[in-house]
Nanobody, 122 residues
């Protein structure tokens, strides 16, 4: 089946950088969107950035040019480069892949990774 696996989280000081990776694999007819989300304790999950195959990218306002989403199409891997991190960026970061699976190529389904913890210290 479809798998979404995030990696790259960790502990970093304010002002530092991290690069998150999202690997998408499995029985995929088409991969139509990938989004990075985050969820801080006690808060709702929120969109950070997303990208579609044609290359169009959306960023949340709070990114303010600090984060960059990119992809390696050959690997079906997506990245979130996070620079100038703030303590308020602390959250579990999730990758979401919108996929048309081979088993149901007429409909899109969303698949979530397990999340990777990002902690920014002050």
């Amino acid at each position: 089946q479809v798998q979404v696996v995030e990696s790259g989280g960790g502990l970093v000081q304010a002002g530092g950088s991290l690069r998150l990776s999202c690997a998408v694999s499995g029985s995929i007819f088409s991969l139509n969107r990938v989004g990075w989300y985050r969820q801080a304790p006690g808060k709702q999950r929120e969109l950070v950035a997303d990208i579609i195959p044609a290359g169009a990218i959306n960023y949340a306002d709070f990114v303010k040019g600090r984060f960059t989403i990119s992809r390696d199409n050959a690997k079906n891997t997506f990245y979130l480069q996070m620079n100038s991190l703030h303590p308020e960026d602390t959250a579990v970061y999730y990758c979401n892949a919108r996929v048309r699976p081979l088993t149901d190529p007429l409909s899109d389904n969303d698949y979530w990774g397990q999340g990777t913890q990002v902690t920014v210290s002050t």
